[in-house]
């Protein structure tokens, strides 16, 4: 481990310690305590149904926070995780006097402040999360990812003084609502970058929601990126993935929890001995396989020369084991992939971290 990774255990306990007394502080049914301990969805499991355009009756559109709510705590969902764009104090209100009806948590996801003209409505927002009784929000820094956006390592420099004063913009209003925000490693950060950021920042408001597949993409093995991680953990999004070779470097795809090669236990065990509370949110993308470019010269012009040839060998060795055929959806009719969204979120929820 590098030296940006080593955290004093002083340091961990501290984050770990304001994360629990933000959590007691702020949930205010026992139920809601007990629904952490039930797996919460993304809203991005629904991508297909989400405010869909097909008249369905039996899979009819999830068009706001509500219906979410309400469809996830009908198929035992412990809570939700979904954008907080738009939302009004009544609607905010509303949604928390739900939740707390059905013993669910609500997390949010929020956009960054990119510079001092937008804080008024980060705030804004942040306000209103607190109205709806969420004491997490999670959030990215890029969006799109790193390999697709970014076409030098200057460029990913630039990008990471972005992230970094977009961060430094926003802690303040944490630390005024006492709200906390957990960075996603979104296929922008490699983890050593991410905890880089983070001891930047020292600020017990900001930590990470960790993605358990996403960072495959860039060359991590996924118990090597929850290790890192894990220490700042305040949310989790949940999946399994499956593997396969492509000629320009592999493909991955979400599958049903349990169905695919992550070693979901040892990941999740790892969050909670961090962060005993911490949430299960399963995103269960239903989609068509990405490709991830590692044998092309245009994925690697954002590194820099930072990874190591040993990290593609072991993860093209690790994707040589567990290849499998990968399922596409893209060609189904739309009712057909409705159907099969709901059967991949509702068969994962079965599915417990120990």
């Given at each position: 481990m590098t030296a940006s990774t080593n955290l004093s255990t002083d340091r961990r306990s501290f984050i770990r310690l304001a994360a629990l007394g933000a959590l007691a502080t702020q949930l205010p049914l026992l139920s809601a305590l007990a629904a952490t301990n039930r797996t919460g969805v993304v809203?991005?499991?629904?991508?297909?149904?989400?405010?869909?355009?097909?008249?369905?009756?039996?899979?009819?559109?999830?068009?706001?926070?509500?219906?979410?709510l309400r469809h996830c705590h009908s198929i035992g969902a412990g809570g939700i995780q979904t954008a907080i764009r738009g939302w009004t104090n009544a609607f905010a209100r509303q949604l928390r006097e739900e939740s707390e009806q059905v013993g669910m948590y609500v997390e949010g996801s929020v956009a960054l402040p990119k510079d001092a003209s937008v804080l008024g409505l980060f705030d804004q927002e942040v306000q209103i999360a607190k109205e709806a009784g969420i004491n997490v929000l999670r959030c990215v820094s890029l969006g799109p990812r790193r390999y697709e956006s970014l076409h030098s390592y200057q460029e990913f420099l630039d990008f990471q003084e972005r992230g970094l004063k977009a961060l430094q913009l926003a802690v303040p209003i944490l630390e005024k609502h006492r709200m906390r925000l957990a960075v996603e490693n979104h296929k922008d950060w490699r983890s050593e970058e991410l905890l880089a950021i983070l001891h930047r920042l020292e600020s017990e408001w900001v930590g990470v929601t960790l993605d358990f597949g996403n960072s495959i993409a860039l060359m991590e093995e996924p118990l090597y990126t929850a290790k890192l991680l894990a220490p700042y953990v305040f949310s989790t999004h949940i999946k399994d993935m499956a593997v396969d070779l492509h000629s320009n470097g592999f493909s991955m795809s979400e599958v049903p929890l349990g169905k695919g090669i992550l070693d979901l236990q040892k990941i999740g065990q790892l969050c909670r001995r961090y962060n005993?509370?911490?949430?299960?949110?399963?995103?269960?993308?239903?989609?068509?396989?990405?490709?991830?470019?590692?044998?092309?010269?245009?994925?690697?012009?954002?590194?820099?020369?930072?990874?190591?040839?040993?990290?593609?060998a072991g993860i093209l060795a690790m994707v040589t084991q567990h290849r499998n055929p990968l399922p596409k959806v893209s060609h189904l009719p739309a009712r057909e992939l409705l159907a099969l969204e709901e059967k991949n979120v509702v068969s994962?929820?079965?599915?417990?971290?120990?």
């Amino acid at each position: 481990m590098t030296a940006s990774t080593n955290l004093s255990t002083d340091r961990r306990s501290f984050i770990r310690l304001a994360a629990l007394g933000a959590l007691a502080t702020q949930l205010p049914l026992l139920s809601a305590l007990a629904a952490t301990n039930r797996t919460g969805v993304v809203v991005h499991s629904y991508a297909a149904r989400w405010q869909s355009k097909t008249a369905d009756e039996q899979f009819p559109p999830i068009t706001d926070a509500l219906g979410l709510l309400r469809h996830c705590h009908s198929i035992g969902a412990g809570g939700i995780q979904t954008a907080i764009r738009g939302w009004t104090n009544a609607f905010a209100r509303q949604l928390r006097e739900e939740s707390e009806q059905v013993g669910m948590y609500v997390e949010g996801s929020v956009a960054l402040p990119k510079d001092a003209s937008v804080l008024g409505l980060f705030d804004q927002e942040v306000q209103i999360a607190k109205e709806a009784g969420i004491n997490v929000l999670r959030c990215v820094s890029l969006g799109p990812r790193r390999y697709e956006s970014l076409h030098s390592y200057q460029e990913f420099l630039d990008f990471q003084e972005r992230g970094l004063k977009a961060l430094q913009l926003a802690v303040p209003i944490l630390e005024k609502h006492r709200m906390r925000l957990a960075v996603e490693n979104h296929k922008d950060w490699r983890s050593e970058e991410l905890l880089a950021i983070l001891h930047r920042l020292e600020s017990e408001w900001v930590g990470v929601t960790l993605d358990f597949g996403n960072s495959i993409a860039l060359m991590e093995e996924p118990l090597y990126t929850a290790k890192l991680l894990a220490p700042y953990v305040f949310s989790t999004h949940i999946k399994d993935m499956a593997v396969d070779l492509h000629s320009n470097g592999f493909s991955m795809s979400e599958v049903p929890l349990g169905k695919g090669i992550l070693d979901l236990q040892k990941i999740g065990q790892l969050c909670r001995r961090y962060n005993p509370q911490v949430t299960f949110n399963l995103e269960m993308i239903t989609r068509d396989p990405l490709v991830i470019p590692c044998l092309t010269d245009g994925y690697w012009a954002t590194f820099g020369d930072r990874v190591p040839a040993s990290r593609l060998a072991g993860i093209l060795a690790m994707v040589t084991q567990h290849r499998n055929p990968l399922p596409k959806v893209s060609h189904l009719p739309a009712r057909e992939l409705l159907a099969l969204e709901e059967k991949n979120v509702v068969s994962s929820l079965a599915y417990r971290i120990r």
